[in-house]
Nanobody
């Protein structure tokens, strides 16, 4: 089984920063670099939405327009970990943040996998 564990969420004031981590493990989980990874978020009463994605080697990255210029996605394949640096946080960024593993190395495969973490709460106060 593949296990994805998010951490780093919390309560922060508007304008502040947080860094989320997503650690991957599991017996069925071979080379971390073989899989794209993504961050999604779900606010209360809203559908889960894509935030950012990164290819297996880290060379291709894509952001939702709502976070472009404020969030930075990265990964450390030696540590089987993906990160999301969130700066200039806004109250509308409040949500549960989930990581998701892709089905292959390309960013386009992120939506073709059902491997999700359990989520970490991010709350931004105004």
């Amino acid at each position: 089984q593949v296990q994805l564990v998010e951490s780093g969420g919390g309560l922060v004031q508007a304008g502040g920063s947080l860094r989320l981590s997503c650690a991957a493990s599991g017996r069925a989980f071979s080379a971390f670099s073989m899989y794209s990874m993504g961050w999604f978020r779900q606010a209360p009463g809203k559908e889960r939405e894509f935030v950012a994605g990164i290819g297996g080697s880290g060379d291709s990255i894509y952001y939702a327009d709502s976070v472009k210029g404020r969030f930075t996605i990265s990964r450390d394949n030696a540590k089987n970990t993906m990160y999301l640096q969130m700066n200039s946080l806004k109250p509308e960024d409040t949500a549960v943040y989930y990581c998701r593993r892709g089905a292959g190395p390309g960013i386009g495969t992120i939506s073709f996998s059902e491997y999700w973490g359990q989520g970490t709460q991010v709350t931004v106060s105004s």
